[in-house]
T-cell receptor, first 113, second 114 residues
Framework: GEDVEQSLFLSVREGDSSVINCTYT??????LYWYKQEPGAGLQLLTY?????DMKQDQRLTVLLNKKDKHLSLRIADTQTGDSAIYFC?????????????FGQGTELSVKP | DTGVSQDPRHKITKRGQNVTFRCDPI?????LYWYRQTLGQGPEFLTY????????KSRLLSDRFSAERPKGSFSTLEIQRTEQGDSAMYLC????????????FGDGTRLSIL
């Protein structure tokens, strides 16, 4: 089946690194995504990784993928108060002609000054 | 690039009324998606269009829901005889036609049923 799980809350100090974790169940996932949602707003695409990669870096963001364990993580270096938001992990499943995304519940990141 | 645009941003209505939301995708995107997000949850897929063709519908999309994309550009989502459980954020996303192109989301329409 298709299921994506994330821990619900993470609290860090400004300047520290944040690591948000996600597990998924569908081994046929093609792409895995990280989106950010601020209060009252839609989802902002942060980064994504193809399932045949194990790491992708984009400025302060590093995505790590362990395909064997179906585990995805997002590391935010030098976390700022502006990074406080809800972060969603999502998978796109192979064989789904529409490419619909299956989302986790979201991890609320709180950054304390 | 003006992004995905949704209208209205907020809609408050009484139970039993019909509501319609509009989504304007990024202009060169031929795929358009509707999702529903309830409080404290991630978005859930409702339906998807490639150009004007509606290619997939979720079991969440009851017969009170209908979506259209008549000219392959903007889309509308209508909910008839609204119920309390329809209160949610309705999100629209669009993407290009290739599988490696990610979905970009609008700011959503928040529906509140009184």
């Amino acid at each position: 089946g298709e299921d994506v799980e994330q821990s619900l809350f993470l609290s860090v100090r400004e300047g520290d690194s944040s690591v948000i974790n996600c597990t998924y169940t569908d081994s046929s996932s093609t792409y895995l995504y990280w989106y950010k949602q601020e209060p009252g707003a839609g989802l902002q695409l942060l980064t994504y990784i193809f399932s045949n990669m194990d790491m992708k870096q984009d400025q302060r963001l590093t995505v790590l993928l362990n395909k064997k364990d179906k585990h995805l993580s997002l590391r935010i270096a030098d976390t700022q108060t502006g990074d406080s938001a809800i972060y969603f992990c999502a998978e796109k499943v192979l064989g789904n002609q529409g490419g619909k995304l299956i989302f986790g519940q979201g991890t609320e990141l709180s950054v304390k000054p | 690039d003006t992004g995905v645009s949704q209208d209205p941003r907020h809609k408050i209505t009484k139970r039993g009324q019909n509501v319609t939301f509009r989504c304007d995708p990024i202009s060169e995107h031929n795929r358009l998606y509707w999702y529903r997000q309830t409080l404290g949850q991630g978005p859930e897929f409702l339906t998807y269009f490639q150009n004007e063709a509606q290619l997939e519908k979720s079991r969440l999309l009851s017969d009170r829901f209908s979506a259209e994309r008549p000219k392959g550009s903007f889309s509308t989502l209508e909910i008839q005889r609204t119920e309390q459980g329809d209160s949610a954020m309705y999100l629209c996303a669009s993407s290009g036609q290739y599988s490696n192109q990610p979905q970009h989301f609008g700011d959503g329409t928040r529906l509140s049923i009184l």
